[in-house]
């Protein structure tokens, strides 16, 4: 592990000014003045780790010379804030992150990231009785372009996450705000709506230019949907869904601006119990100005089969937009399963798999193809501190107008988290 503390002396310095920042503010922060209602938690994490493809680009697309292993440090800091007054539920999280490479110091960055939601049920309830409505926030920098989450609690709901799209390594700035409502109509029935914005901005693509590949798309989304849900009985309902996403784009590089039109009309069966909880949904997604339809939903399994085990399955095909190698509109097929098994008190074990098969307009047999793989053993060392052992693996397959290429890619290391409650 000693190569993962060999960074350059002036990398050392401006990590520890980082860090000294960190402790100052966090120091201050048990005096302020905070309401019984909320909870404030500091957390840091430091993670090392050898990374066998930090561009995640094949090495022929690589400028000549390119190392494209390395090992890294990163350092986090973040701040939960949970918020609970008679009429709000807020749960926030913010932070920021430094990462350095021992090899490829130019690429050493900063990231930032601001994710939760707020529930404000017993707000709008004085005015509507039994109305519901709820935002959601998920915001991020980096040049890290995700394309799964990993962990079997946290399920794959951002535009872009979902669909398993990865793309090479880029300073980005990605945005998800959401609102979801329901509106009572009678004891058993209720109408659904929401509006989803998303916006995506790619900066310069990092590792050696593509001439003649247009590779980015700056993307702006927004989504509406809505329609009546019936209680059958206490754990059963259906609904029916019409959700339209109208996407507007344009290259990263610089161009004109061309919209794409999404159109689904869908129907869904869920039933929840206490254990385990079980949703189907299916329909049609009519996609402009290429004047296609196909057929589109999801399956979505969640269960408990003991205290200390939980399973999920999720199978998906959507009309997504595209923002990679090719801009419009792409048909995503997502599989993706996880099991998380705590061992005993203290130690618990984490896996992932998840596929996606990205079918580009207006000819599918152009494909993106993402296979992830993830686990992890986590140790609760105290009470506030928590070691885990981590491993990823990614195998990447695209076939597009622009450009052919395969290549695979590892992570392993270790990582410590340290929450003051």
């Given at each position: ?15 520890f ?8 503010l ?5 005096t ?22 930090v ?23 973040n ?5 609970k007054?008679?009429?709000?539920d ?12 021992v090899?490829?110091?130019?690429r050493?960055?900063?990231?930032a ?18 109305a ?5 926030e ?5 040049p ?23 793309g ?12 979801k409502g ?16 998303v ?15 247009t ?14 849900r ?6 059963d ?11 507007t ?30 949703s189907?949904?299916?329909g ?8 296609r ?7 979505t ?11 999920y ?20 097929n ?10 005993y008190?203290r130690?618990?074990?984490?896996g ?13 047999d ?6 992830t793989?993830?686990?992890?053993l986590?140790y ?5 501190i ?10 990447i ?11 695979s890619?590892?992570q ?10």
């Open positions: 592990m000693i190569p993962l503390w060999s960074c350059r002396h002036v990398e050392i310095g401006r990590l000014r980082f860090v000294v920042a960190v402790v100052l966090w120091g201050i922060l048990p302020l003045s905070i309401h019984a209602e909320t909870i404030i938690v500091p957390s840091a994490s430091l993670r090392s780790y050898y990374d066998s493809n561009y995640r680009r094949p090495k022929q697309l690589l400028a000549p010379g390119t190392q494209a292993d390395d090992f890294a440090n990163m350092f986090g800091a701040i939960a804030l949970l918020h007054t008679r009429d709000i807020v749960d926030m999280k913010m932070g920021g992150i430094f990462q350095t490479y090899e490829n110091t130019n050493n960055y900063f990231g990231l601001l994710n939760g939601h707020i529930g404000l049920d017993h707000w709008i309830d004085q005015y509507v009785r039994g519901k409505l709820r935002v959601m998920n915001l991020r920098y980096t890290e372009q995700p394309s799964f989450l990993q962990g079997v609690r946290d399920l794959p709901t951002d535009v872009g996450l979902t669909t398993g799209i990865q090479f390594r880029a300073n980005t700035l990605y945005n998800t705000t959401q609102f329901t509106y009572p109509v009678s004891r058993d029935l209720v109408v659904e709506g929401g509006y989803t914005f916006i995506r901005r790619v900066g310069r693509v990092q590792g050696g230019d593509l001439p003649g590949a590779v980015y798309f700056d993307t702006m989304a927004h989504t509406w949907s809505g329609g009546p019936y209680q059958l009985t206490r754990n309902s259906v609904a029916a869904t019409y959700r339209q996403t109208f996407i784009q344009s290259a990263a590089q610089g161009g004109r601006n061309f919209n794409t039109n999404l159109i689904a009309l869908e129907g869904e069966y869920t039933k929840d119990f206490q254990e385990w909880s079980f189907i949904q299916g049609i997604t009519f996609a402009e100005p290429v004047g339809t196909f057929p589109s939903g999801a399956l399994v969640t269960t408990q089969p003991e205290r200390d085990t939980v399973v399955l999720r199978l998906s095909r959507q009309g997504m937009p595209s923002f990679f190698l090719q801009g419009g509109a792409t048909i995503s997502v599989a993706g399963m996880g099991i998380s098994r705590k061992i008190e130690l618990i074990l984490d992932t798999v998840n596929f996606g098969y990205n079918e580009y307009f207006p000819n599918t152009r494909k993106l193809q993402n296979i793989a993830s686990s992890k986590a609760k060392l105290t009470r506030t928590t070691g885990e052992i981590f491993y990823i693996y990614q195998n397959d695209t076939n597009s107008s622009t450009l052919q290429f395969q290549y890619r590892s392993a290391g270790l990582m410590l988290t340290v929450a003051w409650e």
